[in-house]
């Protein structure tokens, strides 16, 4: 399944789960210079992390796959702690 397909899922997902709460933006490091010279971008570049990373409040908390159901619950934590 291409990351793409993934990441709109999660946006679905998310924003049934937290209507009006969240914003999921999916950033392409090879399209994005700024963001690949970024703190988060660099724990990919220097392959820290395997992609793709998901970033919750600006910290990096999932690597190397997009698993709806944890990514949500985690989301969950975040909002309502």
Known sequence: MLIQQ????LRT???ESYPHQIT???IDLRESPDERKSGLGQLLVNQKFPTPLVVI???ARFA???IINKIVKEVGKTLNP
């Open 13 to 15: 997902a998310l924003e």
């Open 24 to 26: 999921v933006e999916y």
């Open 6 to 9: 993934k990441v709109k899922e």
């Open 57 to 59: 409040n600006g910290e």
């Open 64 to 66: 190397g796959s997009i």
